[in-house]
């Protein structure tokens, strides 16, 4: 089971850490990547990392702003957002896989575990 968390208010241009934990399992030989899904929007993939490799992927939207990585120690996800924008408003959501392929990184459909998701506002 996934939970995510740290997500809340925050002003345009300000930064937030969110953290995915795993309860009941470690993540090692995961891939674990942050989605998100905002009023109305399709979810969107944000960035993903593989565990054993440390191997990172981002979003377009994202990328330069957002860095995901690992605590190996605390068994955790991070997703460190910075020069946070209002349209990166959304429901934050982790998920885990352990088969996911590199082309399908980016597609929620490769994800087999799913957290319930933290809230974070950006106000303009």
């Known amino acids: 089971q996934l939970q995510a968390s740290g997500g809340g208010l925050v002003p345009a241009g300000g930064s937030l850490r969110l953290s995915c934990a795993a309860s009941?399992?470690?993540?090692?030989?995961?891939?674990v990547g942050w989605f998100r899904q905002a009023p109305g929007k399709e979810n969107e993939f944000v960035a993903a990392i593989r565990w054993s490799s440390r191997i990172t992927y981002y979003a377009d939207s994202v990328k330069g702003r957002f860095t995901i990585s690992r605590d190996n120690a605390k068994n955790t996800v991070s997703l460190q957002m910075n020069s946070l924008k209002p349209e990166d408003t959304a429901v934050y959501f982790c998920?885990?896989?352990?088969?996911?392929?590199?082309?399908?990184?980016?597609?929620?459909?490769?994800?087999?575990?799913w957290g319930q998701g933290t809230l974070v506002t950006v106000s303009s």
């Open positions: 998920a885990a896989s352990r088969t996911i392929i590199s082309s399908s990184i980016s597609s929620n459909v490769g994800y087999n575990y």
């Open positions: 009941g399992g470690t993540f090692t030989s995961y891939t």
